[in-house]
DNA sequence: TTAAGTGCAAAAGCTTTGCGGGTAG
DNA sequence: CTACCCGCAAAGCTTTTGCACTTAA
């Protein structure tokens, strides 16, 4: 993510913590900055990698339970994904996902006329609809390779 | 699911099964009798607690391959979703989902003009699109009333 | 000061693996 | 017969919990 939408987004980080009065840690700010950079849609793990390398001493319950904190602060969302463990978006605003049916890597995919989709009726589900999301689902490139290499 | 629709995708499964070698087991038929059931898109754990009743003995492993081999046959998916258990769905043909943020639940809904999506170029990103699903993103009736209560 | 966060250790939950015996085709 | 499957036990990931200590505001 480039750098003013990062500023951006760490003043609004700041911003929901006075807010709310949740304490901006060390080790909050620090896994924010991760995962605004990934462009991975990464594992608690895969970020506990990194970080641990920035905070010497942070430890995996910690980067769990920010994750979460900031999923609830509506900083960062989680990503909808086959797959057993979850995995992080920085990305708020609407966007769509290519999700590979072979390795379940997930990867960003921006279409306005996707953006544009009209939002059925929920109401016999009584289910409130706030935003949506579009998997368009089949096979990546390094998947692809693979196949012909059998 | 009907017995009619049931009875077709057995059928299926069995051709494949002759097709690809694969042997068609005591196990698979029980797994694949519960899938074709369920309407809720069970973990593999909740598969296993209804099959354990009907085949004495199964294993969990069994249950976790089984399954797995299914998806590999295109006989049932993998749900995409947020939380961390993998999840199944008897449905490969189109179709979208109602996914609840508070719960991670994950609700079937159908939709011509959903189904009538045009699929963006991927050409960029050299990914093949198979298919495609819709999440609808929000609350679903449940966690409303448990937000009312609190 | 003080409410909330953090690290640690341990437990709980989810999934895979290796292997000897069993079974469908 | 024979390749593949099954159950078991154990290990390996992923996530949560309780508690004593630390820190942001």
């Known amino acids: 993510m480039d750098e003013k939408k ?14 709310q009065g949740i304490p901006c840690t060390v ?3 620090a896994v924010l900055d991760i995962i605004l950079d990934s462009d991975h849609h990464p594992t608690t793990d895969q ?4 970080v641990r390398d920035r905070v010497p ?9 920010t994750l979460e904190t900031l999923v609830r602060m509506d900083i960062i969302t989680k990503t909808c994904h086959p797959g057993s463990a979850v995995r992080y978006d920085p990305r708020v605003e609407i966007h769509h996902h290519l999700v590979c049916l072979y390795c379940d890597d997930v990867i960003d995919i921006d279409s306005e006329q996707l953006n ?3 939002v059925p009726d929920t109401s016999k589900e009584e289910f409130d609809v706030f935003d949506f999301r579009v998997q368009l689902r089949g096979i990546c490139r390094n998947c692809k390779k693979k196949e012909v290499e059998r």
Chains 1, 2 share one sequence.
């Not at 990062?6 to 807010?19: N, P, T």
């Open 6 to 19: 990062k500023k951006h987004r760490f003043d609004l980080f700041e911003e929901r913590c006075r807010q």
């Open 27 to 29: 080790q909050r700010r």
């Open 47 to 50: 970020v506990f990698d990194v």
């Open 57 to 65: 001493g942070i430890s995996r319950t910690t980067v769990y339970r």
């Open 116 to 118: 544009l989709l009209p």
